[in-house]
C-alpha cells in the first residue's frame, strides 16, 4: 500500500538550484542543476546518479557558467536517447528581457559516456533559436520535443538538430511529456 512515506534520499548539498529530474531506461536519475551557488562551488551541472544514489557523471563545470563543450549555463533539462545519448536544454535564463543577445539558448548532446558530440540553437524566435529551452521529451519515432518557454511554443528536432516542425498553440510550455501512445502533454 502507497503511504507517501520517504523510502530514502541523496544529493543534500549538492545543488544550488536542483531544476530537471529525469529517470532514464536503467534507472538511473539525472538532475540539472540551474544556477550557480554563492560560493561558485555548485550549479551549471547535469549530474547522473545510480538509483542508489552514487554519483556516475557530471557534465558542466561545477559552478562555472559557460559554453562550448565543457560548461553549462543554467540548464534547465536533461533527455537520453534509445542509443544512451544525453541531450540537455541549456539556458534558463535567456528567455528574460534582460539576457545578453550571446546568452546561452541551446540544445547541448553528449554521447553515453559524457563526451560532447553537438549543439543547436541560440538566443532568438526563429525556427531552431530559443528563449528559455526548459523541457525535453522524446516521441516514438525519435523525435526530440524541446518545450521554447518564452517563445510560447513547441519546437521538434531529428536527433542531430534538425528542425522539423513548431507548434504555437501552447503559453509558455515549461514541461513537456510524451506517453507510450505518444499523447503530448504540456
Not at 531552431?128 to 523525435?143: T, V, Y
Request: with cysteine; proline share 4%.
Amino acid at each position: 500500500k502507497a503511504t507517501g512515506r520517504s523510502l530514502r534520499s541523496f544529493g543534500g548539498g549538492m545543488f544550488a538550484y536542483p531544476h530537471g529530474l529525469y529517470v532514464d531506461p536503467d534507472g538511473n536519475i539525472w538532475v540539472t542543476d540551474g544556477a550557480a551557488s554563492k560560493d561558485g562551488k555548485r550549479g551549471h551541472e547535469a549530474v547522473k546518479f545510480s538509483p542508489d544514489g552514487k554519483v556516475l557523471m557530471r557534465i558542466g563545470k561545477a559552478g562555472e557558467a559557460g559554453g562550448g563543450t565543457d560548461h553549462l549555463t543554467e540548464p534547465c533539462d536533461v533527455i537520453t536517447d534509445k542509443q544512451g545519448n544525453i541531450y540537455i536544454a541549456d539556458g534558463h535564463g535567456s528567455g528574460g528581457a534582460t539576457a545578453a543577445a550571446d546568452y546561452p539558448a541551446r540544445i547541448v548532446k553528449f554521447d553515453r559516456n559524457g563526451k560532447y558530440l553537438k549543439e543547436w540553437g541560440r538566443r532568438g524566435k526563429g525556427p531552431g533559436e530559443f528563449m528559455n529551452p526548459h523541457a525535453l521529451a522524446f516521441d516514438s519515432q525519435g523525435r526530440l520535443f524541446v518545450a521554447d518557454r518564452f517563445n510560447f511554443r513547441v519546437q521538434i528536432f531529428d536527433q542531430e538538430g534538425t528542425f522539423i516542425d513548431a507548434w504555437t498553440q501552447f503559453g509558455g510550455a515549461a514541461d513537456v511529456f510524451i506517453d507510450k501512445n505518444d499523447t503530448l502533454y504540456v
